[in-house]
């Protein structure tokens, strides 16, 4: 969706090349989900927030209405025959599409041996005490609030 | 009344889960199960699994399909009503667009004072190997329960998704086929529905 949504802008002019990259470095740092962030910017830059409104009901509606229809179809079939073998077969096949861009998030960001070790922290923690991902998110984001603050030096000012 | 409440917590569920993603949609998925599947009773293991695989097919950004799906079943499969089930599509995705607009339109306003802003880059690096470690859980609770009787630890399979060993043939398939072979994960999809249509 980004290369997209790269293309599209600069072909109408809205954004300048060299503005993309930041824009597209803020929209993944932001909270949410990053094509909906990028929308939401670029809609402010042009109209304010009215324009922001516009991008991102504009950039969610299509996935909306055909994941509603294919949620709709699927809770009226769910029991067919057919449907149940088939979700039989994917529904292994899901798990490990979900490990996979974990693997390569693994190997792109986990450097050091305490990067391992929050990974598996909070892996644990996670999985099997059920503890939920919220606090591991706010407990890390103090962590590391904290440890890049005292890093700069200005813990001393 | 009960189902204005569901609507208001559903509201309430997917607002937090907006304002606490960050690092992506897969991270967005784990916010997601925690909260649909373990915190609220709302839907089961092998429900969250066939959402997860029909978000992943469907054009779109992961996180809010999967949003917009769970507010359907979520509402439909406590009403009965099909249009209660579009409000709670709407809902769900409405509430998880919020946090980001608001907290975007504020970063839009002190866009250089963040730009260049180390502290927050220097942050944000802690917080990527903990979201690895976070989806990694959502793959696990995927296939084991783990219950907690008197501070001792049981795990089981879920056996929704891994009836048999057949099942771990597909997972190990799909994991090869996805990482080494890297194979369009809709057609890893179809593969494992073709798969099970043959093999069950």
Redesign the interface.
């Known amino acids: 969706?980004i290369p997209l949504i790269q293309a599209e802008m600069s072909r109408r002019r809205w954004i300048s090349d060299d503005d993309l990259p930041?824009i597209v470095a803020?929209?993944?740092?932001?909270?949410?989900?990053?094509?909906?962030?990028i929308s939401?910017?670029a809609g402010?830059?042009l109209r304010g927030?009215k324009g922001?409104i516009a991008a991102?009901l504009g950039s969610?509606t299509?996935?909306?209405l055909?994941?509603?229809a294919?949620?709709?179809f699927?809770?009226a079939f769910k029991d067919n025959p057919?449907v149940v073998?088939?979700?039989?077969?994917?529904?292994?096949?899901?798990?490990?599409?979900?490990?996979?861009?974990?693997?390569?998030?693994?190997r792109?960001?986990?450097k050091s041996w305490w990067?391992?070790l929050?990974?598996?922290?909070?892996?644990?923690?996670?999985?099997?005490?059920?503890v939920?991902?919220?606090y591991?998110?706010?407990c890390?984001?103090v962590?590391?609030?904290s440890?890049?603050?005292y890093?700069?030096g200005r813990w001393k000012r | 009344m009960e189902t204005l409440e569901l609507i208001a917590q559903l509201a309430w569920t997917f607002f937090i889960i907006g304002a606490f993603t960050i690092g992506g949609g897969y991270a967005m998925l784990s916010l997601i199960q925690n909260q649909v599947v373990v915190e609220h009773p709302w839907i089961s293991e092998s429900t969250f699994t066939d959402i997860v695989a029909v978000s992943q097919m469907t054009p779109g950004p992961i996180g809010i399909n999967s949003a917009t799906y769970v507010g359907y079943d979520v509402l439909y499969a406590a009403t009965g009503s099909q249009w209660l089930g579009v409000c709670g599509s709407l809902t769900a995705t409405l509430a998880l667009m919020l946090p980001s607009f608001v907290i975007m339109l504020l970063i839009v306003r002190f866009y250089v004072k963040f730009r260049s802003s180390t502290l927050y880059a220097g942050t944000l690096a802690w917080l990527k190997p903990a979201v690895v470690g976070l989806i990694g859980a959502a793959a696990i609770i995927l296939i084991f329960k783990t219950t907690w009787v008197s501070g001792v630890p049981t795990i089981s399979v879920v056996t929704e998704n891994f009836p048999d060993w057949k099942s771990w043939m597909l997972l190990a398939g799909a994991f090869i086929a996805g990482y080494w072979g890297k194979v369009n994960p809709i057609y890893i999809i179809l593969a494992g529905a073709a798969l099970g249509l043959v093999l069950y």
Do not use: H
Request: hydrophobic share 60%; glycine share 4%; proline share 6%.
């Open positions: 969706m930041d803020l929209s993944q740092s932001a909270p949410g989900v990053m094509a909906v962030n939401i910017f402010y830059k927030v922001s991102t969610i299509p996935s909306f055909i994941i509603l294919i949620a709709m699927f809770t057919w073998r088939a979700f039989k077969g994917i529904r292994p096949v899901v798990i490990s599409l979900i490990a996979v861009p974990m693997v390569n998030m693994a792109k960001s986990c990067a391992w929050l990974a598996v922290v909070s892996l644990v923690l996670v999985a099997f005490l059920n939920s991902p919220i591991i998110i706010i890390v984001l962590l590391g609030f440890v890049t603050y890093k700069e």
